[in-house]
């Protein structure tokens, strides 16, 4: 009668990994090695590669680089002297748009807003202090033209007592030629009342006029060409005020109040398919 254990005995053709044995890893093992032979030299050995990048294995390398290179530079000039607030010079930053291209990445808006932050706190060391990689650092970031860059053309009375000022609004344009007066007003050689039918849009016309109390110490005469009555009548509000701000410079903060000097970007949204309107839905009929 054959013992418990030769029972369980493997067979001598098969190997014993296929099976459950009290010692399954001896079939599998690797044989002992032995280190008094072996022999050692300086040749480097196979080994893991280590990436450059610290954020080589996150899922957007390029922003954490740069977010990581200007975290450097500002602990590194961090006690520098720096502009009191406002005095610093007026930088346009790439835009998120742009900043996606550069980098290939659909990166997310507040990410990018934590590059703007570092960026205006490196902007902000002083000029004459600034060292040079940060100053290479910050031009990799700026708009190739930059707005704050440009000086407003600035316009004289004529030699006739002329003052012109350009408004848009909408898609309309006003050229308003302003010249001290007794109140008169002419837009494409027609009087105010017959130029706009509507009173809010007369008012609209001269409110610069108006709202300086100057109405009756200035003539108007305009040129007036496409939208409708409303967006030309507020394009020749902005017309207006520019040219009264060229006889007297001082009404600027009086206009500003009045609403006159900002430029209105608002457009009339367009339609899109399937809406009746910009996005007026058609009534739903469940049959």
Request: charged fraction near 25%; aromatic fraction near 8%.
């Amino acid at each position: 009668m054959r013992s418990r254990r030769q029972e369980h005995q493997p067979s001598p053709g098969r190997s014993s990994r296929y099976f459950g044995t009290s010692r399954p890893h001896l079939a599998i093992a690797a044989p002992e090695i032995d280190f008094s032979t072996q022999q050692y030299d300086d040749r480097p050995k196979t080994a893991r590669v280590v990436p450059a990048s610290p954020s080589y294995f996150t899922g957007k390398p390029d922003f954490t680089d740069n977010f990581l290179h200007l975290q450097s530079l500002l602990r590194k000039y961090q006690l520098l002297p720096v502009f009191a607030p406002g005095q610093a010079p007026r930088v346009a930053w790439r835009t998120l748009p742009q900043y996606r291209i550069r980098v290939g990445e659909p990166l997310k808006a507040s990410k990018y807003q934590k590059i703007i932050k570092l960026l205006h706190r490196l902007n902000h060391i002083h000029t004459s202090l600034m060292p040079a990689e940060v100053r290479e650092t910050l031009e990799g970031y700026k708009r190739d033209v930059n707005p704050y860059a440009n000086v407003a053309k600035l316009h004289t009375v004529d030699q006739d007592g002329r003052a012109i000022g350009v408004g848009r609004r909408k898609s309309a344009t006003a050229r308003v030629w302003l010249v001290e007066g007794e109140g008169e007003v002419l837009i494409n050689g027609k009087g105010l009342h017959i130029a706009f039918g509507r009173i809010h849009d007369r008012e609209s016309a001269v409110w610069a006029l108006k709202a300086t109390q100057r109405i009756d110490k200035y003539n108007v005469w305009a040129l007036v060409e496409g939208g409708g009555s409303t967006g030309q009548a507020e394009a020749l509000t902005l017309g207006v005020a520019k040219a009264l701000m060229v006889h007297e410079p001082l009404l600027k903060p009086a206009l500003r109040r009045a609403g006159c000097v900002t430029r209105d970007p608002r457009r009339v949204e367009r339609k899109k398919p399937g809406k009746l309107k910009a996005r007026k839905m058609p009534a739903w009929v469940k049959r």
